[in-house]
Structures are given as structure tokens and as C-alpha cells.
């Protein structure tokens, strides 16, 4: 799959505070070259509510296409690969633990780009996949040696 205007896709963050997230947007144009492009973010807009566009985004490295729909294996495991809906944007995290307290069924993710911690219902969380090649890949389980130290 080429990445193309007008096409949907999502946009990994280098700002602080953000990097590493994906966020959802549109392409308005691809540079001549086709390494850069200009994104329309969907849930961004500026102080005057006009829609935030950036330009410039490598293609290669921060651009790709909306990943597939697939739901988390039931049941889920520890180690589990993930990404987390949050502030409007996808987080790639680790399952560790469930909340089997709670009513509805609740992951605890770790986020080991900033060493956090956070419980996510089912609904906000998808298997974590890579864009390799132009192909999907399922992420693969992470070891986690002693998930007991990520609590301290």
C-alpha cells in the first residue's frame, strides 16, 4: 500500500509529551520526492478552530496507514503487546496485570517511554502492530522478567 493524498492515516508525535503517540489525520499533499508530506490531524485544530496541519512529516518514519481493525485476543495475557486510546491519540504499552475486581474487564498497560502506569478498558485498547514493508505485522509478546519491579 502506497501512501498517497488524501489518504487516512496516522502520524507518530515527536513533540514533547507526546512522542512516540499516533495520531489520526489525512494527507493533503505528498512532496515531489514522495519523502515528505503535509497531514491534516482529525482531532486537532488551532487557537482560532481551524484545523491543525503540519508540514514536512517524513513519510517513512513517522507516517502510516490506519492499521487493520483486530480485536485483542480473548483472553489477554501479561506481556501483551498493546496500544491504548488516550488523549486522543494511540500509546504503545504492555499488558501487566487485569483488574479482576472490577466489572468490566480492566488491563493495567505499561508505557516504558515514560515509565507509567494506567488501567484501560477492553474497548480502548487494540494489539500493537507494526508497518513493515508496507505490511502489518503483529507485535510480538514482550518479556517482562519480573513485571512486580514496573509496580515499585
Known sequence: MELREGM???????????GGAWFQGFILAVTKDGQRCKIQYD??????GK??????VPLQSHVRPI?????????C???????????DCWWRGVIIKLLSNSEDEVWVVYFPDSCTL?????????P?????????????????????????
Open 43 to 48: 482531532k486537532f485544530v488551532t487557537d482560532d
Open 118 to 126: 494506567k488501567d484501560y478498558p477492553r474497548s480502548d485498547l487494540r
Open 51 to 56: 484545523p491543525l496541519v503540519e508540514e514536512e
Open 77 to 87: 495475557s501479561v506481556g501483551d503487546a498493546v496500544e491504548a486510546y488516550d488523549t
Open 67 to 75: 492499521p487493520p481493525f483486530r480485536q485483542l485476543p480473548h483472553p
Open 128 to 152: 500493537a502492530q507494526e508497518w513493515i514493508r508496507r505490511k502489518w505485522i503483529l507485535t510480538p509478546q514482550v518479556l517482562l522478567l519480573n513485571p512486580f519491579t514496573l509496580l515499585l
Open 8 to 18: 487516512k492515516v496516522e502520524v507518530c508525535s515527536s513533540e514533547d509529551g507526546y
